[in-house]
């Protein structure tokens, strides 16, 4: 059984930042890609950034536009944990945030398991 479990999120005012986690158990970690996605209030999920295992080199890091240079995903595969440094944070980056495993890619469909979310909160 696979279990994805985020940090706390938070309240933080604009320009501030935030660092999420997301302890996963129950597959072989570090050859899944890991991602983060998100759903504001009366909108779809979202991509937000995936980590996906490169050729068994190294790890690619992909992002959607409006993140990149702002946010940043990491991995510690000794930990099992998946991390998203949020900075320059905008309200506009107000949802809940759910990290994700699977094949990678940008897809919601393409990963299977999930996390409960966490609600991140940008304040003007």
């Known amino acids: 059984q696979v279990h994805l479990v985020e940090s706390v999120g938070g309240l933080v005012q604009a320009g501030g930042s935030l660092r999420l986690s997301c302890a996963a158990s129950?597959?072989?970690?570090?050859?899944?890609?890991m991602g983060w996605f998100r759903q504001a209030p009366g909108k779809e999920l979202e991509f937000v950034a995936t980590?996906?295992?490169?050729?068994?080199?190294?790890?690619?890091?992909d992002y959607a536009p409006s993140v990149k240079g702002r946010l940043t995903i990491s991995r510690d595969n000794a930990k099992n944990t998946v991390y998203l440094q949020m900075n320059s944070l905008k309200p506009e980056d107000t949802a809940v945030y759910y990290c994700?495993?699977?094949?990678?890619?940008?897809?919601?469909?393409?990963?299977?398991?999930w996390g409960q979310g966490t609600q991140v909160t940008v304040s003007s």
């Open positions: 129950g597959r072989a970690f570090r050859t899944y890609a």
């Open positions: 994700a495993t699977g094949r990678g890619g940008s897809a919601v469909a393409q990963y299977d398991y």
């Open positions: 980590t996906t295992w490169n050729s068994g080199i190294t790890y690619y890091a």
